[in-house]
């Protein structure tokens, strides 16, 4: 049987150091800027090609309809939403002004951080779905007036089929996925912020 | 080394320690408790133009520290306990000292705390001073010094529980 002082004496003899060295610290902190500056830079270069792609098409494509150049702009619109959302969060995260808060509202922080995350995977997304069948949608009349009929029908028919597996499978098995990790994170935030309270 | 790097290596030398042990004793494991300790200290210099003197250095790193640690969730999963303990066992597979044992012994009995208690004990275990760690878990003095004593009581009762198996 020990009492607490033995412990402490324990606590006080242990000879574990951290592994970290300052030199190996300093190299870290700067790449670790470095490869998040990286991920966004090449973020907004991959949405700045696909947008300069599209004005391209825009330019050298003569369109017969204005439906096809509305059809553009939505989607040019999503990409440019997408990147502004994903960008904002990170900088959220990673350089919050709640770091330095009390425990108890950092755990509130990092709750809403989450239920927000999982509105823009989920709800978000739905409406991202529906933009982007209204901009194929509108640039299908385009192509009524371009394509052989046969060939219209099928490309009507594949983008059908193909928004069907992504609402009904993947965003489904995505939902689904996305809620029961949130759920489990927000049960933890829970019960640790129910641990700081006075 | 500029005169920001120079002051954030005497932050470093000074608080590394105490923070590798906070990270230890939330984890129960050394490996986690370097990572979390390093993401601490790149949170620390990427703030460190914001650190405002309203309190000490020490108590603003600290609460950097505990607010890292408390999102370590968001990205591994709590293990249970019975793995940590695994992993802490792993820890010291050789040839370990008895001391060694009491040690590994008294790392589980700390995971086996809740994440708050875990949090409290290893600052008093590290003799940080209670007004400290009041002001870094958002609490009153007179509130913590009675969880103090709670856990005290819990980790002795824990600690000998599983050195009797």
């Known amino acids: 049987?020990?009492?607490?002082?033995?412990?402490?004496?324990?606590?006080?003899?242990?000879?574990?150091?951290?592994?970290?060295?300052?030199?190996?610290?300093?190299?870290?902190?700067?790449?670790?800027?470095?490869?998040?500056?990286?991920?966004?830079?090449?973020?907004?270069?991959?949405?700045?090609?696909?947008?300069?792609?599209?004005?391209?098409?825009?330019?050298?494509?003569d369109f017969v309809t204005w439906t096809a150049y509305a059809g553009i702009l939505i989607i040019v619109a999503c990409l440019v939403y997408y990147l502004v959302n994903q960008w904002k969060d990170f900088r959220s995260m990673e350089r919050s002004e709640k770091l330095f808060a009390a425990p108890q509202q950092y755990i509130t922080y990092l709750k809403a951080f989450q239920q927000r995350r999982n509105r823009f995977n989920t709800y978000n997304y739905a409406v991202y779905e529906v933009c982007v069948a209204l901009a194929l949608a509108l640039y299908a009349v385009e192509f009524f007036y371009r394509l052989p009929t046969l060939v219209f029908a099928a490309f009507v028919c594949f983008v059908v089929v193909w928004f069907l597996i992504c609402h009904f499978v993947f965003m489904k098995r995505y939902i689904r996925h996305e809620n029961a990790?949130?759920?489990?994170?927000?049960?933890?935030?829970?019960?640790?912020?129910?641990?700081?309270?006075? | 080394m500029d005169k920001?790097?120079?002051?954030?290596?005497?932050?470093?030398?000074?608080?590394?320690?105490?923070?590798?042990?906070?990270?230890?004793?939330?984890?129960?494991?050394?490996?986690?408790?370097?990572?979390?300790?390093?993401?601490?200290?790149?949170?620390?210099?990427?703030?460190?133009?914001?650190?405002?003197?309203?309190?000490?250095?020490?108590?603003?790193?600290?609460?950097?520290?505990?607010?890292?640690?408390?999102?370590?969730?968001?990205?591994?999963?709590?293990r249970a306990?019975?793995?940590?303990?695994?992993?802490?066992?792993?820890?010291?597979?050789?040839?370990?000292?008895?001391?060694?044992?009491?040690?590994?012994?008294?790392?589980?009995?700390?995971?086996?705390?809740?994440?708050?208690?875990?949090?409290?004990?290893?600052?008093?275990l590290d003799e940080v001073p209670y007004a400290e760690i009041a002001e870094i878990n958002g609490i009153s003095e007179g509130n913590l010094r009675v969880r103090i004593h709670r856990i005290k009581h819990k980790l002795t009762e824990i600690y000998n529980r599983n050195e009797s198996i």
């Open chain 2, 4 to 78: 920001q790097q120079l002051l954030f290596r005497q932050v470093f030398e000074e608080n590394s320690r105490r923070v590798y042990h906070l990270c230890y004793g939330y984890t129960g494991d050394a490996d986690s408790a370097n990572d979390l300790m390093q993401e601490t200290f790149i949170k620390v210099w990427q703030n460190l133009d914001k650190f405002r003197q309203q309190s000490q250095m020490s108590t603003w790193i600290y609460r950097i520290a505990v607010n890292t640690c408390l999102s370590h969730l968001r990205k591994a999963k709590r």
């Open chain 1, 1 to 61: 049987m020990k009492a607490f002082e033995e412990i402490q004496q324990l606590w006080n003899n242990r000879q574990d150091e951290p592994k970290v060295d300052f030199d190996e610290l300093m190299k870290c902190a700067k790449g670790s800027r470095k490869a998040l500056a990286a991920k966004f830079m090449w973020q907004c270069v991959a949405v700045g090609v696909a947008v300069l792609l599209l004005v391209a098409i825009v330019a050298w494509v």
């Open chain 1, 181 to 198: 990790r949130i759920e489990a994170m927000i049960a933890d935030l829970q019960r640790i912020a129910r641990q700081f309270e006075e």
């Open chain 2, 81 to 124: 306990t019975d793995e940590l303990n695994d992993h802490i066992v792993e820890n010291y597979t050789e040839e370990p000292s008895e001391k060694q044992e009491q040690i590994a012994l008294l790392y589980k009995s700390i995971a086996q705390l809740e994440e708050n208690e875990r949090i409290i004990i290893t600052m008093v």
